[in-house]
Structure formats: C-alpha cells, structure tokens
C-alpha cells in the first residue's frame, strides 16, 4: 500500500479507502461482525490507514463496528465519517446540513466510534437549503474545537464546493480538503465538472461505488444469467443493470481475462490511472473477506496504456457544453490562433 496527501494537506492516507457500509446486517445485505473484522485486519495488514464511514450505515453499526476495530490504535487510523442524512423521518431537523444537524449527529459518531475526535467530517450530501456560510462556520468550529480536523463535502454539486472553499479562503475558515463522488467505468460525470474543480482547487478525491453496485465484476454477464434486478442489495445499484453498462462490463471481463486478473480488480485500477483528471482514492468494500482481497490485489499491478485507451472508449460520455465547444479546434483556434497547438501548458478543461 502506497501513500497519498490527503488534497492541500499533510494529512497522510492510503492509496485505497476501506468502506464499511457494508459493516453489519442492519438492512439485510451486509457482512457479519465476524466477516467485517477480517475484511478490516486484510485492510490494516496490507498497510491501509483510511477508512470510510457515516452515522447512518446500517443504522449506526458499521460506526460501532469501526470504533471496536481502532480501539487499540486509534491514531493509526485516519476516519472519515459523515452527517446530513435523517435518522428520524418524524423530525423535520434529525437530517439536513444545518448546524442541529451536524452536532447531534457529530455527537453519535464520536461516541459510537468511541474517540474523541474525527479525522475527516464529511457533509454526506447537498441539502439545497442550508446557507454555505452557516455549513463552512460550523465545520470551523468543530476544528477549533478539537472534534473534527478536516472536512469533506460528499455528493454536492462543484460551484457549490468551489463557494465554500473560496468563502472559507477569504474568511479564515476550515475549507473542504476532500470530496467524494460517485465514479467508475459507467457513471464517468463526474469528468465534467466535480474532476476538473478537484484538479484546480487541489481537493482530494474519493470515490464511491467503484464497481458500480457490483455490476463490474461481471455477475451480470454470465451466460446463463439474465440480467434482473438486485437481491439483497440496495435499490441503487439495480439500477446500474443496462443495456450499455452490461457491454461496459464485458469489456472489463474480457481485459482481465487476458491479464488473468479479475474484473473488479480491472475496474478499481481504471479509476486508480485516471491520474490525468485527479488524485482519486478508491473506497473498497465487500460483504465477505474473499470478495475483499480480490478488489485489495489490484495494487499488484496497473493496466497497460492500451488496455486504459480500451476501457475508455467503450465509456466514454459526451462531456456537453462548455466542454466539447472550448476544447473544439475551432474555437481553440480563435483563441490562441496558430501557435494554440505550439503551447506546451495543458489546457485546463482538456481530459
């Protein structure tokens, strides 16, 4: 396991995050505490430090399971956990990115992960309501309080990160040093907007669902198989079942099967190389300790620049407007006129 700083910090983590939403049975597909403490010792023995969390995955156990683990070596571990989603569908104020929100809900996981502070505190997700301002001077007081050392913004859209870290700059506040996105072979959006911004601002990446709800590890694309809709998994990822994502995958299958690694090992280490977009850091997860270290072996090897060029053009999206437009030869040529072509600076909106 090798090492990244963690966006503009000195914060040290692995190259892959250990995910643990999978971490207990609460909502009848994840692992056993039995299976989850193997999957967590795999991840600890092969050098990983991050590990990712939230108050709500499988209603607070995955947490609880976590602060067991750490107990001995707390300060080994960088965690990351997070808070917005509700716990109380009764209450208009248990979930949300309010200031209530984030202290009761920071309050649980300190005392679930039995510690007396979090490494990373992620806002789980946009709620569209809350004033930036009021988020970003909540996050800063938590630093300065002790209880929280870095913030991370999951699922929000890039002007709005961009807006905090930049109100955050002016105003001496704790700004967002990472956030997480949904990405991999057949969700590649994030290329338009939420990559390019992570590039400039220099935030970290993380990445969720890497393997699209399972659907890249070829499960799906066995002959004798019909494609059909999850079981025991969450509706989310049945929707991954397409179509075009079936074809993706195929191409994921028949790449492994010439290297003779597995697929999700191919899938995870197409992310890994995308290094041009960002500095993206895997979230790895499973529901049995075999399952685990296959996705784990991808860091014994990396994919070959034509297998890269493969995969990439079997996913490739169209990035729309202004993309497509700016990067055109035709416009490039009104810009910079005949020496645009001569320039050796990489242009920002480039792939």
Known sequence: MKYKLLGKSGLKVSELALGTMTFGEDWGWGASKEQSAKMFDAFAEAGGNFIDTAETYTNGTSEQFVGEFIRSERDRFVIATKYSLNDNPTDPNAGGNHRKSMIRALEKSLDRLETDYIDVYFVHAWDGLTPIEEIMRALDDQVRLGKVLYAGFSDAPAWVVARANTMAQLRGWTPFTSIQVQYNLVERTA???????ARALDIGVTVWSPLAGGLLTGKYNAPTSEPKRWVHESPMSAAYVTDRNLKIAQAAIDI?????????????????????LAEMIPIIAGRSVDQFKDDLNCLSFELSPGHMKRLDDASAIELGFPHDFLCSGFVQKLIHGETGQLL????PLAA
Do not use: C, T
């Open 344 to 347: 050796e600076v990489k242009l």
């Open 256 to 276: 492994a099967y010439d290297i003779g690694h597995s697929p999700s090992q191919v899938a995870i280490n197409w992310i890994r190389q995308k290094r041009n």
């Open 191 to 197: 290329e338009r907007e939420l990559l390019p911004m």
